[in-house]
């Protein structure tokens, strides 16, 4: 069997999701990786053998999206360009974790595809929102990555397609412990203002995740580290607790140990509002902004009950079988695949 998957690679968290699925699919079969977008900062270990830059969100200094250069990355005609030179329909299966080039490579070639992921679980209505109704943020969600079937991934099982977090074994496997220091990870700030708020808590030590550091480097409580995979893992289970953006991937890790969690959404990421109205159902401190008085939010927050450890209802075994199990469906029956192929003129509106 010969499946493409395709990866998000805005941000890391696709990135470590697929690292850790990777030993699974390829039990399946031979496994080719079209790699999409230009925001991250780990070192795939992955069999790429596509890549492009896709469409990458950047991200500004002060806690938002950097939409300006946002805009002048965007180039329709090389996305256009590369959706249909990627060979989809050489692959038996096709697993799209949000890329847009790969949902028009499938239309434009009527090939069924698989979404999966975190943002995929958004195609269910009874996914939390956020108070406010985005409705530019709710089309991206809905229409993005449009797919043919899903394999959500979520908090909690919010509907019958979606699915508990891809954990990292090492983080399954280990007993978790308290050193005593708080692990940030902070990717749409920069350094200089996450040390000034964070020096104001002067008996907490922290370690901070940056993605300018090439060597730890000390600044009273604070010590600035470079981003690695395994160095953050090693931060995240001996924290005492995490501060991070209301992504998807690092939350489910922090509330899977059991770790104390804050969050700061990113401004303007519709998703990440979502994410944080679920994520006070277990009980995690969600703050808007690194303002004058942050410092005496983390302490409050300190001295507050833990959160609500996450457990999981499916393991990445079961979950890569069920969307396995899916994609040969869709080789079987081509029934369910809406063929209507998209045409150049539809490519405006979807961004």
Known sequence: MKILYSVQATGNG????????????????????FLSGSNSHLQPQLPVKYRSNGL????????????????????????????KELPVEKYDIVLNDFDSITTMACRFKKVPSIGFGHQASFQ????????????????????????????GLHFKQYDDFIYSPVIKQEVMQVIPTDKGHVTVYLSHYSDEVVLKALHNVRDIRFEVFSKKVKQPVVSANVTLLPISNEGFTQSLIHSHGVITGAGFETPA????????????????????????????????????QLSADFHTKVINWLATANTQKLSLSQDT????????????????????????PLTEEDLPAMY
């Not at 696709?14 to 990786?33: C, F, K, T, W």
């Not at 075994?317 to 809406?338: M, T, W």
């Open 14 to 33: 696709h990135i470590s999701r697929a690292m850790e699925l990777m030993p699974y699919l390829q039990q399946y079969g031979n496994v080719d990786v």
């Open 56 to 83: 990458s969100l950047f991200y500004g200094n002060t806690g938002g999206l950097d939409y300006w250069r946002m805009w002048k990355e965007l180039n329709l005609k090389r996305i256009l360009k590369e959706a």
């Open 124 to 151: 269910s209505k009874h996914t939390p929102r956020g108070k406010k109704k985005d409705i530019v943020g709710e089309l991206i969600l809905q229409q993005y990555a449009k797919a043919t079937e899903y394999v």
């Open 317 to 340: 075994f079961q979950i890569v079988q069920i969307a396995i199990e899916k994609g040969r469906a869709l080789q079987d029956s081509n029934s369910s695949y809406n063929r209507h």
């Open 253 to 288: 890790e922090a509330l899977y140990l059991g770790k104390k969690l804050l969050v700061l959404p990113i401004k303007g990421q519709y998703e990440q509002l979502c994410n944080a109205a679920a994520l006070k159902d277990f009980n995690v401190v969600v703050v808007d």
